[in-house]
């Protein structure tokens, strides 16, 4: 009887010792994440500088995500691969993160859905038509593939579908999730932005010619006019841009931008090094000039060279050209014209990851000279059938007629951007210093910081409406509607040279896709589907042999 309530009592207890160890378990598991993830190329982890920001959150951010409805197979897999995300999210933000799938086309009547989707363009989202037979039968489907981040108020639209179609674009696109979400929240969880300085003095682009750059910065920091021969120096700003001077730089402006890359400031040329008008060129025929910003010493100095030429393209836009007239209405028909590359080949780095083409207008080549210390990376490179036109240069239209394409043959792709990184050497080192200069302050060696060198003024100029002459977005052209990612390369190159918590990193997820072999397939199917069917039964059959083999031994001995 006392064994028996002895035991009572030790079950109890060690019941009771069970209960407060999965309690206790529970406890820490929810203070201290423990999460293994098995997948080669780490596809369901975030990155540190994620999670900091995800902890980090004192207010809810709430995202609604246009991926609901009848949808084709490859926007399926970006939806469950978006809800996977931001289920990785909430693990880290707790319940500062809620998220929705909505279905943009589910709306009571077709004009209440039609101002729905006005509702969301108006919010930043793009309709994309798709098409699919249903019955035999063509159907236009409208799709927002995108999402609107709010937090405190404020809001802003995130595009989830990027790259140039195709499985391929889904793949990046899944890639690009993390990123996009979190830097979204970053701009709107952020009150501390930074500033750019769009450098003015030189005959720079005009304000209207940079509307759309200057409305791309302004989502993120606060951009300011700075008129460089009027400044002391360039303290107070993070970053500044050159866009498309056309006079040189005297030496008392080019010290202020070597003393200002001396002390970590970040430098954005978007320069040309050869003049052309366009009209001429398209009228009848004009030469392309050399222009002298006075910047060749400099730039050699940090370890660049821009050639006085011009690079051509087979993958090229279009020119508008008039071809007649209807009445007193000009026809306008667009020529593919190799001068304006459309720039689809880029290096491995986090700037040009997963972006779209990019639009060039009469860009230069460059070239690489020692600098110590200083790593030199290409972001844009021209596609392999492009060619230098050294100057002297003819620029005319009627040239197309001449051009034959095996002459692109025989170059290698040609780099387009290079970025400049590490701890640069002064211009003025074992130099006389300009007059007029604060001789007290130089610096003859800098910190590290970084440069990044475009050879096309035009990279960062917006055009204008045929219509209104209102200025466009930035990388829009006006004569194919096409949307080009200008705006997005200079949007990640901002990220990263001013990126001082890492959110830049998550671009450099990388899901591989690992296909059948469908050859394979056919070959090996009778032997996959036999062993798939027959296998397990007879594992099953042998391990009940071998069960009734030991029992029957174990208890044989036993009655001996």
Known sequence: MVN?????????????????????????????????DLTE???????????????????????????????????????????????????????????NFIDPSKASSARAREEFYKSLEEKGLQRTRLFDNADGAKVEKIIFPGAIVSYGGREKPVALLRGQGGLSAINESIEGLEYEFVSTIRGLTNDDKKSIGLIKGHNEA????????????????????????????????????????????????????????????????????????IDSALNSSTYALPIDLNLDDQLFKYGIRINRDYVQDLTAGNVPVVVGMIGDQPQIQGFKWPFFPMINRYADHPIVKNIDATYAKFINSMDTVKAEGILKTPLMFSSQYSRKLGS???????????????????????ALAYLLEGSFTSLYKNRFLPKGVDKGS????????????????????NEFSLKNGQPLDLGIDELTRQKFANDDFIKNALQYMLDDDGIITAKSKEIKIRPLDKIKIQEERLFWQVTNLALPVVLVVLYGFLRFFLRKRRFTNFKS
Request: aromatic share 10%; proline share 4%.
């Open 4 to 36: 028996s309530g002895v035991k009572m009592w030790e079950s109890v207890l060690k019941f009771c010792i069970g209960v407060v160890l999965i309690i206790l378990a529970n406890v820490l598991a929810s203070k201290y994440i423990f999460r293994i």
């Open 442 to 461: 130089f610096r003859e060696q800098g910190v590290p910081t970084k440069l990044l060198i475009v050879p096309d003024g035009d990279f960062v100029r």
């Open 392 to 414: 002297p240069l003819r620029v005319s239209l009627s040239d197309l007629r001449g051009i034959k394409q095996e002459d692109f043959y025989n170059q290698n792709p040609i």
């Open 41 to 99: 190329e780490k596809r369901f982890s975030i990155t540190e500088a994620s999670k900091d920001l995800l902890r980090n959150l004192d207010d809810a951010v709430y995202i609604d995500i246009y991926l609901e409805g009848d949808l084709p197979a490859p926007l399926k897999k970006l939806k469950k691969a978006a809800r996977e995300r931001l289920d990785e999210f909430k693990i880290y933000a707790s319940n500062n993160i809620q998220y």
């Open 206 to 277: 005009d304000s209207l010619e940079l509307t759309g750059l200057t409305n791309t910065l302004l989502e993120t920091y606060h951009v300011f006019n700075v008129n460089l021969p009027r400044k002391q120096a360039l303290e107070g700003y993070d970053a500044v841009i050159i866009a498309k001077p056309k006079k040189a730089f005297s030496e008392q402006d080019k010290y202020k931008l070597d003393q200002y890359i001396m002390r970590g400031g970040k430098v954005l040329f978007f320069v040309d090094m050869l003049a052309v008008n």
